[in-house]
């Protein structure tokens, strides 16, 4: 491309060196926009995952309706089947209530394993 627009600005009647400088300027935006975009695909490369099952780990949900073992949370205006994880610092279990906040911690099928949010977790 930066040939061509030497040519042409050569042919136009603007002098060769015109020319050359105008095809020189055309090849060194190409370069730039060029760097630039392989630099931008590279750092889309290193992101973590925000979608599926792997977005949704680490989430906080509100607890909808909650009997014994398992009930449903809303997460992100969608919801889902719930069931407690398995905490070894939980004994015995915190009740859970409507209204509640948890964080998911893992994804099985289409059940969500949680465990109530901490303070931290929720600022």
């Known amino acids: ?7 042409a600005i050569s042919g136009l009647g603007a002098g060769v060196i015109l020319g050359l400088v105008g095809g020189l300027a055309l090849a060194g935006a190409g370069g730039a926009y060029l760097g630039l975009t392989i630099k931008n695909a590279a750092g889309v490369r290193r992101r973590r995952v925000r979608g599926g099952a792997e977005g949704l780990i680490g989430q906080i ?7 014994d073992a398992g ?11 719930a069931q407690r994880s398995l905490g070894v610092d939980d ?3 915190t009740e859970l209530h409507s209204g509640d ?3 998911v911690e893992r994804l ?6 949680v465990r109530p949010a901490e ?5």
């Open 71 to 81: 009930g449903s949370i809303s997460l992100h205006g969608a919801v889902w089947s």
């Open 108 to 113: 099985t099928g289409l059940t969500l394993s």
């Open 119 to 123: 303070e931290w977790e929720l600022i």
């Open 91 to 93: 004994d015995p279990p």
């Open 101 to 103: 906040r948890v964080v």
């Open 1 to 7: 491309m930066a040939i061509g627009a030497a040519l």
């Open 61 to 67: 949900g509100v607890v909808r309706s909650w009997a």
